[in-house]
């Protein structure tokens, strides 16, 4: 368990005078399970690329993680499980790496391999294969068919592949972004179900009852604020409907008072033009 603290971030794209943020300071804990939500144009996406790196803006991201972003793009001509291995860290590299460094027997050799050894160990590289065999079939995927091209498999099975993969890499948290866009309904269920079990990541999706499934913490783009509360997204919603329901309650009472105080100093006014 870890924080990660936005702390007044700024952010406008150029050419705009419109900014997206104005200073956005909020917490979360890599133990949560967020999901991120907000009108359309808030900056959901903007958001998680801002934490991802990829976009800069005035103000800091304090975080003892990395934060990897969903989706991304791989070489899919290659097979399914060496697309997997590369996009959790460079095995094959390492492998070659290692076995070349043997072969030359110096003291510089053994000592650069000790490094990268503790790397790849520290990776789980002895075991990914199983690691990734086992996480795949938590996500309804054959296994036994890891050594087919990673462009036979359909598009909702390769994003419950790379979900996996990213869900196995060390020391990082996830920012997921519309995961269900090739997803069938039963696919969604799935994905759902997994996201269930798992913790560390900030998932953008319209599928509300996707989201209701997958997270227990709600992170909500206002246009003046940002709001993280624990629970589901449906709990969110009815939070807010009764913060709704109660400012406009107040709205409403205070115009009555304005109009009551009004009408009595119309009142007065006529009272004091008759006595004079």
């Known amino acids: 368990m870890s924080i990660i603290q936005v702390n007044h971030i700024s952010f406008t794209y150029p050419g705009s005078n419109e900014p997206v943020f104005t200073d956005l300071t909020f917490t979360m804990d890599t133990d949560w399970r967020l999901g991120l939500v907000g009108r359309n144009g808030r900056g959901k996406t903007t958001l998680l690329r ?29 097979s399914a499980l060496t697309v997997l291995r590369q996009a959790i ?7 070659r790496d290692m076995e070349r460094l043997l072969k030359e027997k110096t003291s510089q050799a ?54 996996c993969a990213l869900f196995l890499r060390k020391n990082n948290f996830l920012l997921i972004d519309e995961p269900t866009n090739h997803l069938d309904m039963q696919g969604r269920e799935i994905v759902a179900e997994y996201l269930s079990r798992k913790s560390g990541f900030l998932l953008v999706s319209h599928d509300r009852a996707f989201l209701d499934k997958s997270v227990d913490h709600i992170v909500a783009l206002h ?4 709001r993280v509360e ?25 115009l009555k008072d304005i109009d009551r105080l009004k009408q009595s100093s119309r009142e007065k006014a006529v009272w004091s033009d008759r006595v004079e």
């Open 110 to 163: 053994i000592e650069a391999w000790g490094q990268i050894e503790h790397a790849y160990s520290a990776a789980d590289g002895y075991i990914i294969n199983e690691l990734i065999a086992r996480e795949v079939s938590r996500m309804a995927v054959d296994a036994t068919q890891l050594e087919r091209p990673f462009a036979t498999f359909s598009p909702g099975e390769r994003t419950r592949m790379l979900l």
């Open 50 to 78: 801002l934490l991802a790196g990829q976009l800069q803006g005035r103000g800091e991201i304090v975080a003892s993680v990395s934060f990897d972003l969903f989706p991304f793009p791989v070489d899919e001509q290659h």
């Open 230 to 254: 624990q629970g589901t997204y449906s709990t969110y919603r009815h939070n807010k409907q009764l913060q709704d329901d109660f400012e406009r309650e107040k709205n409403a009472r205070l």
């Open 223 to 226: 246009k003046a604020e940002v």
């Open 89 to 95: 860290a460079p095995f094959d590299e390492w492998e």
